[in-house]
């Protein structure tokens, strides 16, 4: 593929990463573009890293950078990281950008996006039983992210997939995304938050 065609598909998948859901009560008008903007010039080299404690600090220095590009109002250590992953997941997603910037290894390391949806999943878990309470995307602080991601490690393993997946099994209750995650799991529902 040539530089170009890639550049493309980088661009799509940072806009694609940030919309008027995701960002959903998380800043004012602007904060999309502002979080579009800082994806699209990132160069997915600066993450091509070989141990999980180097991805971490990569991972640490994106949200930072993110959360700085932020209008002020806007400035939330969690909007930033969300917006983060969903974009290092999409950029896993696209088998172009995937093979040119050797995602697949990430894989293993890369978080799943947190939001109410995740959340919720999270806490009726087995695993999650003692986490602390969901309050919001713009209120999550680096411990309770950290806790949140350590439980869907757990959960993930026992499903034998990666922790960034899981976010199919949990976003709104997809149902076809639930009955193909979950095989012969239980059925059950999740309690309101």
């Known amino acids: 593929m040539s530089p170009e065609f890639i550049k493309l598909l980088e661009r799509k998948i940072a806009r ?26 990132y160069d997915l080299n600066r993450i091509k890293v070989r141990t999980e404690k180097t991805f971490q600090s990569k991972l640490e220095e994106a949200t930072d950078e993110l959360k700085k590009s932020l209008p002020n109002e806007a400035r939330h250590w969690g909007s930033a990281r969300k917006f983060f992953n969903i974009f290092l997941r999409d950029a896993l997603y696209n ?19 947190l939001d109410s949806h995740v959340a919720k999943g999270l806490l009726f878990e087995p695993e999650g039983k003692n986490l602390p ?3 919001t995307v713009i209120g999550l ?48 529902s999740a309690p309101e938050l």
Not at 95 to 113: A, D, I, S
Not at 142 to 169: C, F, G, I, P, W
């Open 95 to 113: 088998r172009y950008t995937c093979e040119k910037y050797g995602l697949f290894g990430l894989e293993p390391w890369l978080e799943v996006p």
């Open 141 to 188: 602080t680096q411990d309770v992210s950290l806790a949140y991601q350590l439980v869907a490690r757990d959960v993930a393993t026992r499903e034998k997939t990666e922790r960034v997946h899981l976010d199919l099994l949990y976003w709104r209750g997809d149902q076809i995304a639930n009955t193909a995650l979950q095989g012969t799991r239980r059925k059950r």
């Open 16 to 41: 694609g990463s940030v919309g008027p859901s995701t960002a959903r009560r998380m800043g004012p008008k602007g904060t999309i573009a502002a979080a579009r903007l800082y994806l699209d010039g």
């Open 133 to 135: 309470g969901w309050k």
